[in-house]
């Protein structure tokens, strides 16, 4: 048993000191999609050894906990959510392009939770653990810190480019670091519980190498410039002050304050010479001398942009902003599913029922939100107000286990063993046990934190689900003979051998299903690199071989446009036998996606832009019928995305174009829907100019030139397209 139980711990180790760290180009998601992945698979080792050493000893090994309950009836409300779900599928394995969160991922995270309460007893287990992730989170920021100075490991990685040059304006690790985690605010939440692990440490032992390595983690919070995490971390601060201020550590109390308070100091130091990031705080963290100059040019900068005008393209809407309008979507989705939500994980599909009209306005409107950006909210949404009743119930439980632990000043020292003479003794003093649990305590509040202005990762999840895993073994006082006396395990039985062939046969075919699952996303990405090289023929074979690794509506809906499109180009090649079958795989493809995800208003939009590539191939006015049709149901679904109606004019003005009775019809049709888009979004540049079109092409000029003469005013003056259209104009 002592092997097995090396393995397992081993395991748990690898969980902690790879997850983090993991990530590949080769991937559609460089960061999530791998570390998801690496979870599952290292679950299923876990339980693997867990039920072999269940047969091997002939005995149940399950512990029960204080979490039991709130557990079970969180798990049945995610069940529940996902039977009611929307969409299946996206509840079960996550939404894809995020993973994490699908009840697939909640019951990984619920089996690391039960074997580690179940496999370990010993107290020191939970420090070799933390001592671990603190390891892995300094090769995380030693990883990240080069791209703050413009020399990216990532970069290099992927390219064999030392700079930051791999990365997108979205991905700005000079400005915002993120290291391996993926984005600032990750890497933020993952730094904030490392944070208050080395506080441990620190308040535990002497030593300048705890105070240099907090304070490293702390300026690496600070050039991430999460907001969430710097106000969890002040927050836990302010809480352990407290703990330390009342009648809870008797022992060491002065000992502790003052390290606390020096630690308060370095940090606010570190705050004063890195700045926060928010302009409110670091205008009063300079010289007065600067702080004037300061202000004197920045007026002189607002002088500036009012006489230049500067386009309201370039603005960038405030990310509190945009949250706040999800924020306001999400409780809407609550109201109208008020039981069980749309469904788990299927906000990105949901949030278009209600998405508010104010999102078009953000520079951010064109996005796609898959979060609602609050952890809270976003059970919402998707699980309803069962589901959010349920996660807050295990919350609050944990919370209030945590306190009860910390005020109880009864932690043993040594315990009798049962029916035995001998004592063993505890290696975690008094005060050192009730220490690490207030240390574990704050890092679960900094999750709850940063939960709440953003959502769960894979590395987050497993502190959020480990976390009352580690409080369980510190606080437990009992050891019974059963967990410090080990069976010596027999000569394997018939039963037992047929046990453990099933058991093998099982956690293979499940090992090799995660395996593919990895493959087919490989292949996938690899189709999306294709794609836009133009090899529209390596890209289908790849899609198909994604599909025929693991089955994913995403997989299905990007083949079924990538064969529309090929349609056309044997329809040119004048190959009518290969244009037919192309058409027909195009429309099986995209029908059978909808039919496993029937509300995602993007694989409506696929269908419509099919129709439109097959009109092109026949010119048969009811292809362009069948698409309006498709932009009808899209537009059901998603009543304020102003490209839905903006198509819609498109396809209307084809109609137009057609000789017959209704011709005039369908030209008020084009313009009454591009007019509906200008009201969704006010700066809709595109379409205004495809109004400023459809007016010319109506032979009502005046009102043309008024909508390109808009465009210049208010939206771009430099727009050279729109400037060569109104001189032609006129």
């Known amino acids: 048993m002592k092997t097995i139980n090396k393995i397992i711990s081993f395991l748990y180790y690898s969980l902690f000191i790879f997850a983090p760290l993991l990530m590949t180009s080769k991937t559609s998601e460089l960061f999530e999609f791998n570390k998801i992945i690496f979870i599952y698979f290292i679950t299923l080792l876990i339980l693997f050894f867990w039920v072999l050493k269940m047969i091997l000893t002939k005995k149940i090994i399950f512990k029960k906990t204080v979490f039991d309950l709130p557990i079970i009836i969180f798990l049945i409300s995610q069940i529940a959510s996902t039977f009611f779900s929307i969409d299946k599928h996206t509840s079960f394995f996550g939404y894809y392009g995020r993973f994490n969160g699908g009840l697939l991922s909640l019951f990984a995270y619920l089996v690391l939770y039960y074997g580690f309460v179940s496999n370990f007893t010993e107290k020191n287990i939970v420090k070799k653990m933390l001592i671990v992730s603190l390891i892995t989170c300094f090769l995380v920021i030693l990883w990240g810190l080069p791209g703050k100075l413009g020399y990216d490991l990532s970069c290099y990685f992927f390219t064999g480019q030392l700079d930051n040059s791999c990365w997108t304006d979205q991905f700005r690790p000079h400005e915002r670091l993120f290291s391996t985690l993926g984005q600032p605010n990750w890497l933020g939440a993952y730094l904030a519980i490392n944070f208050f692990i080395i506080l441990f440490f620190l308040l535990k032992n002497n030593g300048f190498i705890n105070y240099l390595y907090s304070i490293l983690i702390f300026i690496c919070l600070l050039f991430t410039r999460s907001r969430s995490a710097l106000l969890a971390v002040f927050v836990a601060l302010i809480i352990m002050l407290i703990f330390i201020l009342i009648p809870i550590f008797k022992e060491k109390r002065k000992l502790y304050l003052k390290k606390l ?95 508010p009209k104010a999102h078009n306005l953000t520079s951010e409107w064109d996005y796609l939100y898959n979060k609602a950006h609050n952890e809270y909210l976003n059970y919402l949404a998707t699980t309803g107000l069962i589901g959010l009743g349920a996660y807050l119930i295990m919350i609050g439980i944990v919370i209030i286990f945590s306190l009860k632990q910390i005020s109880n000043n009864h932690f043993p020292i040594s315990k009798q063993i049962p029916n035995s003479k001998f004592q063993i003794p505890y290696k975690f003093q008094i005060t050192n046990s009730k220490l690490l649990i207030t240390c574990l305590f704050l890092s679960y509040i900094s999750i709850l934190i940063t939960n709440f202005f953003g959502f769960s990762t894979t590395t987050i999840n497993l502190f959020f689900y480990l976390i009352p895993a580690f409080l369980i073994i510190l606080s437990q006082e009992k ?91 044997f329809a040119y090649k004048k190959d009518i036998k290969k244009t037919e079958e192309y058409i027909f795989l195009a429309r099986k493809h995209n029908l059978e996606s909808l039919k496993k995800s029937p509300y995602n208003v993007l694989y409506w939009k696929t269908q419509a832009k099919n129709q439109l590539l097959f009109y092109q191939i026949s010119l048969n006015k009811k292809e362009i019928e069948e698409g309006i049709r498709a932009l009808k149901i899209a537009k059901k679904l998603s009543p304020t995305d102003p490209k839905i109606p903006y198509s819609l004019a498109v396809f209307y003005n084809l109609l137009a174009e057609e000789k017959g009775e209704d011709k005039k019809v369908w030209e008020d049709l084009s313009l009454k829907e591009i007019t509906k888009a200008i009201e969704l979004k006010n700066d809709f540049r595109d379409a205004y100019f495809l109004r400023s079109q459809l007016y010319k092409k109506y032979q009502q000029k005046e009102k043309a030139k008024k909508d390109l003469e808009f465009i210049l005013e208010k939206i771009d003056f430099n727009d050279q397209e729109t400037k060569e259209e109104l001189k032609n104009l006129n």
């Open 261 to 355: 308070l020096f630690l308060i100091l370095l940090v606010l130091v570190s705050i004063f010479i890195f700045k926060t990031g928010i302009s409110k705080i670091d205008n009063y963290l300079t010289f007065k001398d600067l702080n004037r100059l300061f202000f004197k040019n920045k007026n002189l900068i607002r002088k500036t942009i009012s006489k230049t005008n500067l386009p309201s393209q370039i603005k960038v809407t405030e990310s509190l902003d945009i949250r706040k309008i999800v924020w306001q979507g999400a409780i809407e989705l609550g109201k109208r599913y008020p039981f069980f939500g749309t469904g788990v994980e299927t906000f990105a599909y949901a949030y278009y029922f209600v998405r």
């Open 479 to 569: 050891l019974t003979n059963d967990e410090l006396i080990e069976e010596k395990s027999n000569k394997l039985l018939l039963s037992q051998k047929i046990y453990i062939f099933f058991l093998l046969l099982t956690i293979a075919y499940w090992l090799f299903f995660i395996f593919k699952y990895w493959l087919a996303d490989v292949n996938y990405a690899s189709s999306d690199y294709y794609l836009k090289s133009g090899r529209y023929d390596i890209a289908e074979k790849l899609l198909e071989k994604a599909l025929q690794l693991k089955y994913e509506h995403v997989y299905q809906d990007k083949l079924s446009y990538l064969l529309a499109n090929l349609a056309v180009y």
